[in-house]
């Protein structure tokens, strides 16, 4: 009888543990307090003590109980490293990485590193999408920074979107395009606005207007335009702008937002 009691109380135990694993946020839920599920399956919890501000929970396989080391809006993968984070000013002139005030920036430290993907997570307010994609670098993480003096306009393979937009479609491993230089805007042959190192601005440099900016077929996924001005606010968007030119050129709304955080990412 005994041993039929102690194997009750085991089976008992088994039932109450909690197990954290999961495919939503829904599924994370523990004694009232809403969790968040991670790429890796499980749930993390806000927790101060940890410097990405969240824990795993208990009963969370080999992630039990351990700290999320990056802090982010966006899931990232698991073995992602922090390149840089950047607190967008409404305004800025950034002719060169010096004028750039990042809030960190770790890509001297990382010079070297072995990278296969390249990511970027853009919180506006409570708004976030994050991209992932194929490194274009050439494995230089210094240039995945803001583009002051470099010049990338291609597509990319192997693009993940996530989002908690309505303007964005989360998608997994499809094809889009980079728009990332320091140019002044002009319409080109074809009408379309683009980036034109033949025109300077006043003082002579190249950097006169600035686009950075990641697509997915027609929709803008995310814009951080005009970076290069004193006197104008910058442009952002996350989705195809309502109105004028849909990657948010000219729009100038920076100041509509209370939070601009982008972050960069490598992943191994």
Known sequence: ??????????????FDAPEF?????????????????????YCTFEDDSCAGGRRFAEASSEFSEQCLTISSPCRLPVGAIEAWRLDIPVMARY???????????????LAGAAFSRVAYCLLLDDT??????????GGNIADTGVPTDAI???????LTVRTNSPDVSSVESVTGGIEMWPNCYGPGADGEYDGNDT????DGARTCYGSFQVHHETTALWA?????????????????SPEGNPDWTFEGNAGD???????ALIIP
């Open 224 to 240: 951080v335009n005009k970076w290069t001005s004193t006197s104008e606010p910058i442009d952002l968007g996350i989705g195809n």
């Open 95 to 109: 002719a060169d990485q010096a004028d750039v005030v990042y809030a960190l920036d770790e890509r001297t430290a």
């Open 199 to 202: 025109i300077t601005d006043p």
């Open 21 to 41: 694993a999961c495919e939503t946020d829904d599924a994370c839920v523990r004694d009232g307090e809403q969790g968040r599920c991670e790429l890796a399956g």
């Open 1 to 14: 009888m005994r041993l039929v009691w102690f194997a009750a109380l085991g089976l008992a135990a088994c």
């Open 257 to 263: 937002y209370a939070v601009r955080t982008l972050q």
């Open 128 to 137: 976030f999408v994050y991209t992932e994609f194929d490194d274009f670098t």
């Open 152 to 158: 990338f306009k291609t597509a990319i393979s192997n």
